[in-house]
């Protein structure tokens, strides 16, 4: 059986002399998959809002920065609608890159559009995963906490056998993490240091930290679904 630090040990062979290849490819399906949300509050009165506003549009120059904002709110609307409805297939797809890249077969930038094909199912299995784990979360947060780890490998099932259909997918994954979850956090909870390392550097680690970490979890899936002759 292998440990959390085995994982992280394949992965840095893996990306050897292949950084800039996985750190480009991240990027980009974390751009075209990511999630885009925020929240933000104030303390000031609606009088007083009021007033700001008035005197925005009341000024040449305040209505242009006013609809420059309203512009870029806008296009990240958009595009995180766009991310989420094609975000299942990139991640798809982005499970074949990493799977490739541990089995040091050709891992390529267009793996992350190579099951664009199978764009209603990645879809759909997006879609039914988050339910299901919102539904769990209802319950309590650790239910729903542990719905996520049940369900965390039915994208990397289904690249491996696009012939089933999703709710298999999610069943094959509820079955194959029986006695594995506990491993799988423990194999996250390692990534803390890179984490806070993201934190610091503002963001920018965060280039090196997804590649490193998706590298390392495509191990974790190639080992409990019975695939360890590919890892050395």
């Known amino acids: 059986m292998l440990f959390a630090s085995d994982f992280r040990r394949i ?3 893996a990306l050897r002399d292949k950084w800039a290849l996985a750190v480009g490819t991240g990027f980009v399906a974390m751009l075209l998959g990511a999630e885009v949300g925020g929240s933000s509050g104030g303390s000031s009165s609606r009088e007083s809002t009021r007033d700001y506003l008035q005197d ?6 305040g209505r242009l920065v006013l609809s420059l904002f309203i512009g870029i709110g806008v296009v990240i609307l958009i595009w995180a609608i766009i991310a989420f409805i094609i975000g299942g297939a990139v991640e798809l797809g982005y499970c074949r890159f990493n799977k490739n ?3 040091g077969t050709e891992a390529r930038f ?11 199912k990645a879809f759909g299995l997006r879609i039914v995963t988050s339910i299901f784990v919102f539904l769990w979360s ?10 996520a780890y049940r369900y965390s490998m039915a994208f990397y099932i289904m690249d491996d056998h696009p012939e089933i259909g999703i709710m298999e997918a999610i069943e094959r994954s ?3 993490m029986v006695g594995h979850k506990g491993r799988l956090f423990c194999l ?3 990534f803390i ?5 993201c934190v610091l550097t503002l963001g920018i680690g965060f280039l090196w930290y997804v590649p490193y970490y998706n590298a390392a979890i495509a191990a974790f899936y190639l080992e409990v679904s019975g695939q360890e002759n590919y890892l050395n």
């Open 193 to 197: 240091g890179w984490a806070l390392l």
């Open 11 to 13: 992965a840095r062979e």
């Open 101 to 103: 890249l541990i089995r």
């Open 174 to 176: 509820k079955h194959m």
């Open 110 to 120: 267009n793996d992350i559009f190579s099951r664009f094909d199978m764009f209603g």
């Open 56 to 61: 925005l549009f009341a000024n040449p120059n």
């Open 138 to 147: 209802l319950l309590f947060i650790i239910p729903g906490i542990i719905a």
């Open 188 to 190: 996250q909870i390692s």
